[in-house]
């Protein structure tokens, strides 16, 4: 019986792969170009050839031949893939988000040995939806083009493609008789598209200009042609029954539900699965998606995302899942219906065996993957039989919002992928995902996540760090090492985000909503780690990765450092100590100045950039004005003046933090001095009611920042150290 049990997910795992590979063949042309890009004008000295999948499984190739060195792969990910392993392991270079190493050596690097790798992964995802907001929503073709190059290096295949999506569904709803005015209370703003696209929110900092949906059209016709180039499978989405707020007006018959996310914001509506508009609707959005888009028969559609479904009755699961694959299946006979894993986490009380197996069992196991999204710290897969027999796919999520202090498990990534790869009761594993809601932030957690595209046994941490760290500084340095050994047992030991007391909303209090400030390491290691860092100035002072990396480490050192300083100063408002709290509280706003300082030596820590890049989509001033408000609203207050979400999606960045964190600690600051000063207790209400209306004007400004660096991060780091290395003795009770 276990023999017929695999022969038959053998069948469903061929049938399922067929998507990533179907011309089984390799575009040289486009695998070069990449190369070019990538290495420039070194880009002669590698040579491109063919070779055919093992056992269904990408493969790639390095060798030497004569002078070149070649790359060989069955598509244009497995030469990147290979590419990026001669740049890692020979050429000690590293390609990355905000800062590369890329000074191959000159002569390059002889392959002694022919090097093989096939993956055991048939498919490895990427993209959060999240991450086309909190991320990617400012992107141009330029920075696309590097993420799909990023993607193609680290063996990716199965790319989350939701840009220019608005512009399928305003055709579709247009060729059924909606308005402009149905459609601007129906689409938000840029912003706030994944929960558009999700059924949570409508409307919210909109209206969506006409020519954002024609430019972002165009963009993904770019950026799926180049995944498509290389070989990979591009997820487009599918129905789920979100219709427009003013559906009734137009189809008086039609029976919704009405549902709500949580109560952050106004109900969305639903439209019932069994309701026949809800396959015509499918239907003609499959249809003109694929005629303006193409397909590669992988669908994303997320229903009921962080909403609790309106009947728990297994009947009606099976129909709204019905519903779903059908409408998809009904145009593309070989949709395969990609399907994130989280309501399954996320509202766990509800979606008991009963509940999962109705949702999951109406769609054909051939044409159904799950992602484990949240697989490195809360798995499904492991409390359902896997999934119950669908196929399914290893998710790790990391990042919550975008936010970008340093954390990550290290250890237990370096060996869970293997041990779950390797677990009898995987059932229909069939890959290997990275999803964060935001990305740019912790590259080292990703490229260890990545590092098991190519293996099937766990990574020995210490040669990969080892590998890991020449490649980024391009050499062995002594005082490195000695940082990263302690990153690696402090910041990089335990999963989590851990803000600082300066990105939350004031208060006496050590956390507030979404930011929660205590660490699971002792701060005084990270201070060494920095100290190390910066013994290697002389030396590594120039290296792209070296700069950014010690602007993260000075940053983690000050940011735990502040949150010492704000419970300093909540305890003398509570000894009324009107001449400490004065001090202390000076201090900290002075700490504020200074962590903007440091950061905006980097472009990557810039809230300048996220508003210009944002402003930059505008066609009129009304337009731009738009985008950036979106974009201010989107990493502050998440919603309007009273938003629940507020500092959810917040961020660690020069001008954020002297623009708006700073001006409403000075709020706050100055509202305690004064009842010091006179007696009065503090009425935290009316602070915070204040507080709420000066963040509605911030969102709503449109000041200048900085949207280059400024400064040299070396010279400001060995600066803010030498300020600060005293005072931190002092608090920490410590000598270095």
Known sequence: MRYIIGIVWLCIGCMLAGCTDKKGTLDKEAAYALIKRVVGEKADHFKVEYVARENGKDIFELEQKGKKIVLRGNNGISVASALNHYLNEYAHCQYGWNASHMQLPDPLPE???????????????YFNYCTFSYTAAWWDWERWQKEIDYMALHGVNMPLAMTGQNAVWDRVYRSMGFTDKDMDRFFTGPGYFMWFWAGNIDGWCGPLPKSWMESHEELQKKILARERELGMTPILPAFTGHVPPTFKEHFPEARLRQVNWEGRFDDTYLLEADDPLFQTIGNRFMEEQIRTFGTDHLYGADTFNEMFPPSEDSTYLDGISKAVYQSMAAVDPEAVWVMQGWLFHDKRDFWKPAQMKAYLGAVP?????VLDLWGEEFPIWDRTEAFYGKPWIWCMLHNFGGRNMLFGNALKLADEPARVLADPAKGQLLGLG???????????????????????TAVELDKWFETYLESRYGCRDEDVEKAWDILRKTVYASEGNYESAITARPTFEKHNNWAYTDIPYDPVEVIKAWKYLLQAADRLGENPCYRYDLILVGKQVLANYATIIQQKFGEDYRTKDLPAFTRNSREFMELIDDMDELMGTHEAFLLG???????SWGKTASEKQLYEKNARDQITLWGGKDAVLHDYASKQWSGLFKGFYKGRWQLFIDEVYDCIKTGRKYDHTASDDRVRSWEWEWVNGQEKYPAVPQGDPVVVSERMFGKYIKKLQQVYDVNF
Not at 111 to 122: E, F, G, H, L
Not at 365 to 369: A, R, V, W
């Open 365 to 369: 196991d051939e044409h159904l993957i």
């Open 434 to 456: 990275a999803v964060p809601e935001g990305i740019e932030q912790n590259p080292v957690i990703y490229s260890l996540l990545f590092s098991h595209i190519w293996r099937n």
């Open 111 to 125: 392959v002694k040995q022919k090097v093989r790798k096939v993956t055991p992964y048939v498919y490895r995802h």
């Open 609 to 615: 950039k996220w508003l210009e890049d944002a402003r």
